[in-house]
């Protein structure tokens, strides 16, 4: 089970750090997603993490901005996100991947998913 939160209102240039820990054992075997869906939206990938940390993934739109991370002592998988902008308001969810090794764009790869946090960025 998969607990995101850390969503909120803020502003336009504001940042905002999302958590999303992980209930179980395995989590430091699982590769680690962040997706976003704005209202009308598809659900996008956003950013990814191998089980190890060592290999990350950006969709560009929140390269340079946003920053990936895991604790896996903690079952715990961060985004920070910084200069955030009016087009980032969207629900961010987490979700799992058992085959961590490599990092995955694609929703269909994501095994687990948690049930979303809300971040509105007012202009």
């Known amino acids: 089970q998969l607990q995101a939160c850390g969503g909120g209102l803020v502003q336009a240039g504001d940042s905002l750090r999302l958590s999303c820990t992980c209930s179980g054992r395995t989590f430091s075997s699982y590769g680690m997603g962040w997706f976003r869906q704005a209202p009308g939206e598809e659900r996008e990938f956003v950013a990814g993490?191998?089980?190890?940390?060592?290999?990350?993934y950006y969709a560009d739109s929140v390269k340079g901005r946003f920053t990936i991370s895991r604790d896996n002592a903690e079952n715990t998988v961060y985004l920070q996100m910084n200069s955030l902008k009016y087009e980032d308001t969207a629900v961010y969810f987490c979700a799992a991947d058992r085959a961590g090794l490599r990092v995955k764009t694609s929703r269909s790869a994501y095994e687990y998913w948690g049930q979303g946090t809300l971040v509105t960025v007012s202009s």
């Open positions: 993490i191998s089980w190890s940390g060592v290999n990350k």
